[in-house]
């Protein structure tokens, strides 16, 4: 595996790999690597000649209040297990190098933000447009990796990429969890031991609300309402949303019907954890 | 010459130049062609394997109150020009082809739009930023070609690029004139006669300013008096914007040195007329 720093060097090779004709599999991540991430890379090395992963914390992306400064970081640890997930180059610029001055072009995106973690996090998904169109721009990927736990921002990319005809195409992958249910995240790391504990009743609480809809309920504001119940009662963190959404429109339903999204969002004392699960209902 | 209609096909074309290894010259264009179009479509053609060119009058670079139903258009002429010019495909997509639904994503200029154009035209260049991003991506070119008497855009089309690592190459080519140094344009067909005879003393205001620069006035405002005396005296329309800038930043400068650019805009009866010079000062 070959570690690219510079934008120059990471784009010589993209024209390199497009010469000879090869396909090449990208995985952006933030690093501090999981299992969710391996799940990508294995796939994305898997379906493709070359899989490229990109370790970059994004300032953009991140609020004046968010945790830019403290997000888990452990480089030498995500090379190795990079390394083992078959990574062929990782992508690991620094800010200076991403955005060597102010820009003159921002991203905004106008559809699928207001709802989920869009609507606590203003602009954090302009900062990820942004962010994707450099890293798509030099790596050049055939295909590109999303895990389904960030289903809202695997949602605008799919905007994006169509938008804009990017020449690219979006893999969502399903999420991946721990034997007790709970989703694999970098920030995981950062609950109590009786956080740690109470936290898979957010899947849980997303397998009560599918169940609802396998059992015939059609109405979205119920189905909410039953998940909702179940976090009060099992969890101790504030609940920051229960939503029922069309996927990956991401707009209200006045039935359930279609694809829809069921997602939770839960704040514990030093992590805010996320969980959805995409359904197919049929008409 | 081929004739592409579809996004999908000429996208197809696209993966295909590029997996045989050629280089690719791309001319955007809202077509009505003159030689100034010629003059880039000649250049692609020579300095790269395969010439594309669009005609695509662009819907989002029109403010409400501009020519956008009446932008002069004529396919069938522009067709043999491109041909003759040495465009190998001609991307000729239709509105629904290319906004096929709302965009979920914007993309605003941030900079190098407060001025020139830029200032009467609030919202025109992110529109051109849209579509050349749509463009870019669907043709994947490896050289664009912009003329020089849109500095302004070729600016921003720089900033584009390099502040989105676009994987594109911007060619900037001088402005093509008339005998008489009126540049040439597709809306110069809507002067009055009596206009068209005025209309070179807008480029020989800049070859006045030009003069004051060579003869070392340093002074940016004495030179905008000047260049804007003399198309007061010499000009029935109204003059818009007479202004002096650092070139590509487009910032005011206290005193002329390096890159400058010296660039006038004239509101006739029927058409608004610009044109510009950029010149090395030195320092």
Same mark, same amino acid.
């Given at each position: 595996?070959?570690?690219?720093?510079?934008?120059?060097?990471?784009?010589?090779?993209?024209?390199?790999?497009?010469?000879?004709?090869?396909?090449?599999?990208?995985?952006?991540?933030?690093?501090?690597?999981?299992?969710?991430?391996?799940?990508?890379?294995?796939?994305?090395?898997?379906?493709?000649?070359?899989?490229?992963?990109? $370790?970059?914390?994004?300032?953009?992306?991140?609020?004046?209040?968010?945790?830019?400064?403290?997000?888990?970081?452990?480089?030498?640890?995500? &090379?190795? @297990?990079?390394?083992?997930?078959?990574?062929?180059?990782?992508?690991?610029?620094?800010?200076?190098?991403?955005?060597?001055?102010?820009?003159?072009?921002?991203?905004?995106?106008? &559809?699928?933000?207001?709802?989920?973690?869009?609507?606590?996090?203003?602009?954090?998904?302009?900062?990820?447009?942004?962010?994707?169109?450099?890293?798509?721009? $030099?790596?050049?990927?055939?295909?590109?990796?999303?895990?389904?736990?960030?289903?809202?921002?695997?949602?605008?990319?799919?905007?994006?990429?169509?938008? @804009?005809?990017?020449?690219?195409?979006?893999?969502?992958?399903?999420?991946?969890?721990? &034997?007790?249910?709970?989703?694999?995240?970098?920030?995981?790391?950062?609950?109590?031991?009786?956080?740690?504990?109470?936290?898979?009743?957010?899947?849980?609480?997303?397998?009560?609300?599918?169940?609802?809809?396998?059992?015939?309920?059609?109405?979205?504001?119920?189905?909410?309402?039953?998940?909702?119940?179940?976090?009060?009662?099992?969890?101790?963190?504030? $609940?920051?949303?229960?939503?029922?959404?069309?996927?990956?429109? @991401?707009?209200?339903?006045?039935?359930?019907?279609?694809?829809?999204?069921?997602?939770?969002?839960?704040?514990?004392?030093?992590?805010?954890?996320?969980?959805?699960?995409?359904?197919?209902?049929?008409?």
């Amino acid at each position: 595996m070959k570690i690219v720093k510079s934008v120059a060097e990471m784009s010589e090779i993209a024209r390199r790999l497009k010469r000879e004709g090869k396909t090449v599999g990208f995985v952006p991540t933030m690093g501090y690597l999981h299992e969710g991430h391996l799940a990508l890379m294995e796939r994305a090395r898997k379906e493709n000649d070359v899989a490229v992963a990109s $370790i970059f914390v994004n300032p953009l992306q991140f609020g004046p209040n968010e945790d830019y400064e403290t997000y888990p970081r452990d480089f030498e640890r995500d &090379k190795r @297990l990079a390394e083992g997930a078959g990574i062929g180059y990782l992508f690991h610029p620094d800010v200076k190098e991403m955005y060597p001055r102010e820009l003159s072009v921002t991203v905004k995106v106008v &559809k699928r933000t207001d709802v989920l973690c869009g609507r606590s996090r203003p602009g954090h998904f302009d900062g990820v447009a942004v962010v994707l169109l450099k890293l798509f721009s $030099i790596i050049q990927p055939t295909r590109a990796y999303f895990g389904m736990k960030d289903a809202q921002q695997a949602a605008i990319v799919g905007a994006l990429i169509e938008d @804009l005809n990017l020449p690219v195409e979006l893999v969502p992958v399903e999420t991946v969890r721990e &034997k007790d249910g709970l989703a694999k995240s970098s920030r995981n790391v950062r609950l109590t031991p009786e956080e740690r504990e109470e936290a898979p009743h957010l899947y849980r609480s997303l397998l009560l609300g599918k169940s609802l809809v396998e059992k015939g309920e059609k109405d979205p504001e119920k189905i909410a309402g039953a998940i909702k119940d179940y976090l009060t009662e099992n969890v101790s963190g504030e $609940i920051d949303y229960v939503e029922v959404l069309a996927y990956p429109e @991401l707009v209200p339903l006045p039935e359930i019907r279609g694809r829809v999204i069921l997602a939770v969002a839960v704040k514990f004392s030093n992590a805010r954890l996320i969980d959805n699960i995409v359904l197919e209902t049929g008409e």
